[in-house]
């Protein structure tokens, strides 16, 4: 995950978390990302601080990445602007995404290390198929996808990672 500090074409200053650059860059394009204060989607990265490692005990050891302060607006938004830091076809996208990963999760059976190991007899005929879920290695996963195993990953979602 990386955070940027974002500017929209008004000045406003906001940040938002992306998987990755080029996460920031599809979302950007397609204009799913927002002005928190004034909604608008043309947004650019501002300046930003480069990591570094604090001394104290707060954060010994930890990377900081701060973010310049940045004004507040002159006039606060009125009580009818919606503040958002994700579009709401976005906000719609990890709705469903959740929503098929808890039907799955829900109706299938979690074989956590083994997914492999039970995916591949289940393939092979030596074990009744059923709904498994667990953990692959990158290793595995291509292993199995190489062999004709049929799978697929359960999406991630942003809120799993916090």
Not at 4 to 26: K, N, P, T, V
Not at 48 to 75: C, F, V, Y
């Amino acid at each position: 995950m990386i955070r940027y500090a974002l500017r929209c074409e008004r000045g406003h200053g906001f940040e938002s978390w992306f998987a990755d650059s080029s996460a920031y860059e599809g979302q950007r394009k397609r204009k799913l990302i927002e002005c928190p204060n004034c909604g608008s989607s043309k947004v650019e990265k501002a300046v930003m601080a480069p990591a570094l490692k604090r001394g104290d005990k707060r954060g010994s050891g930890a990377l900081r990445n701060e973010a310049p302060q940045t004004p507040a607006p002159e006039t606060p938004p009125d009580d009818n602007t919606p503040i958002a830091m994700v579009s709401a076809q976005e906000r719609e996208l990890r709705t469903k995404l959740k929503e098929l990963r808890d039907h799955l999760v829900k109706n299938a059976d979690y074989v956590g290390p083994r997914f492999p190991e039970e995916a591949r007899k289940m393939h092979h005929g030596e074990i009744d198929r059923r709904s498994i879920y667990g953990e692959a290695s990158v290793e595995e996963a291509k292993s199995l996808a190489e062999d004709g195993v049929e799978f697929h990953p359960l999406p991630i979602l942003p809120e799993d990672r916090n």
